[in-house]
C-alpha cells in the first residue's frame, strides 16, 4: 500500500540528449522500482531523436510527458522548471539522465519535504567498474542537518540530481545561458531568500563519474574531491 503524502502533484524533472542514449534504461529502470509510484517524468528532450522507443517501452509503468527544448544546459533546465511551475505541481525532484536512484529516493524525498523546502540527498559514485565510494556527502555532513548559505559559499552539495523543491513559494527563474553551475547559482539564491534546506543520507542517488568530466571526481593525496571543492 502507498503511503499517502500531502503533495497531490509531483514531478521527476530530467534532459535527454543524445550521448546519454546508453543509460537511459537504468535511469528509467530505477524509476520504474521506486516504491512511491504516484509522479510524473517531466522530460526535456535535447536533440535525441530516438526518445519515443523509451516512452514506448515505460509507458505501462511511467507516466513521461515529454518536452521539445533544445538549448543550453542552463535554459533547457529554466525552462523545465518554469513548465512545472506552470503546471501547477507542488515539487520538483531532480535527475540526471546518465545517473540512477535508490528506489526509496521519490518517498523519502517526500517525506522530508513536508517539513523543509529543499532536500539534499547523499551520493554513491559510480564509473563503468561498478560502485566506487558509497554515502560520499555524509563524510562532511550529518543526517537531517540543516544547509546554509554559508555552509555552500565554498562548495557545493546541491545537484541536479540529488536535490527536492517544494515549488509553492517559488517564483518562476531566469538562468544566463552562459552560467555552468546552475545547480549552486539556483540554490544559493534560494537560501538567501530564507528557503530551508534539509539534507539526507536515507536515499541515495548513484553518481556517475565519467571520464574526462569537467563536473566529475579527481584524486588527490588518495582523497576525492569533486569540481567544486578546493
Partial sequence: MEIHLKFSKVSFLTTVFPKNEIYLNEFFNSLKNQTYKSFDIVVINDGYKNF??????????????ELQHSRTPAKNKEYGINYCIDQNYDVIIFGDSDDYFQNNRIKKSLEFLEKTDIVINDLSLFNKRGVFKKNYISHRINNLDEVNEEFIKDKN?????NTSLKLKKISKVFFDDKIIAVDWYFFQRLLKQGFKATFTNETV??????????????????????????
Avoid: A, D
Avoid at 52 to 65: D, F, G, P, V
Avoid at 215 to 228: A, E, H
Fill in 52 to 65: 519515443h522507443r523509451i516512452k514506448k517501452e515505460y509507458s505501462q509503468n511511467l507516466k513521461i510527458i
Fill in 157 to 161: 552539495i546541491f545537484g541536479m540530481s
Fill in 205 to 230: 542517488t548513484y553518481y556517475r563519474q565519467h571520464e574526462k568530466n569537467s563536473v566529475g571526481l579527481s584524486k588527490k593525496k588518495n582523497v576525492y574531491k569533486l569540481w567544486w571543492e578546493k
